[in-house]
């Protein structure tokens, strides 16, 4: 495998941290030479934090709306909207931001908020009490309403106006990076994931895994993981690292 795309919150995270397992495994896999490209909700703020400060190859944020990498030259920014695009849509992501704190009591905009180029994020269990399935279901029908696409992770609502996702950038990264499509030579390249936002990966990557944390989520997947570890969190990411540089 030529580089493993992992989700960061629950995946590579453990109740909120991020554990020594996870970082060793990332330190495992760069001295292997298995790339490590984390693919995130997580705003543009963090990502370049995670370019700069990680032992990874680069990271997708936002949910599929751009890459950053760090090179010799510093951070490089891959962006799919201009910046006159992005300041229209979160103009727009203000009505939504309204309805939503109108009409679901009891969820937040998530405190990384300030720190987002392309998306709205409405927490519904990080920094709030846990709200029922039947409440985020509403909130992603705010977003609909809206016209705006929604995903859920296992901790926010990620809603946006755009066509771009997960899958979308890393395949443009296999691409950039590369010179080759995902179909071209599909068990170079891998994902790990743990939420529903993470089912258009799990069905497009043959080497496609899921922490042990995502059996919750089951009865909510059309598209499952085909390898799900015993491990949850960062260390069932330390197992699927563990477990794909043996089999190469």
């Not at 704190?101 to 920094?127: H, K, N, T, W």
Request: hydrophobic share 40%; aromatic share 10%.
């Amino acid at each position: 495998m030529r580089i493993l795309f992992a989700d960061i919150d629950d995946t590579m995270t453990t109740d909120g941290f991020i554990p020594s397992e996870t970082f060793a495994a990332l330190w495992e896999a760069r001295r292997a030479g298995l790339r490590i490209v984390p693919v995130t909700g997580r705003p543009a703020g963090w990502c370049d934090h995670i370019a700069r400060m990680w032992p990874v190859d680069g990271v997708i944020g936002e949910n599929g709306a751009f890459y950053f990498r760090k090179t010799a030259e510093g951070i490089v920014r891959h962006h799919v909207q201009g910046e006159d695009e992005r300041r229209r849509n979160r103009q727009r992501l203000e009505a939504v931001r309204e309805a939503v704190l109108r009409e679901v009591p009891g969820c937040g905009i998530a405190s990384d908020q300030a720190y987002r180029e392309y998306d709205l994020a409405v927490d519904f269990c990080e920094d709030v009490p846990r709200l029922p399935w039947s409440e985020v279901d509403r909130i992603v029908g705010v977003f609909e309403r809206h016209g705006a696409v929604a995903k859920v992770s296992s901790i926010h609502v990620n809603g946006w106006f755009g066509d771009f996702d997960k899958l979308s950038m890393a395949r443009r990264y296999i691409r950039e990076m590369d010179g080759c499509e995902l179909e071209d030579e599909p068990t170079a390249y891998g994902f790990v994931g743990d939420s529903p936002n993470d089912e258009p990966m799990f069905a497009a990557f043959q080497r496609s895994f899921g922490v042990a944390n995502i059996r919750v989520f089951f009865d909510r997947l059309r598209h499952r993981p085909a390898v799900v570890v015993e491990e949850c969190g960062g260390a069932g990411f330390a197992q699927v690292v563990r477990l794909v540089l043996e089999q190469g």
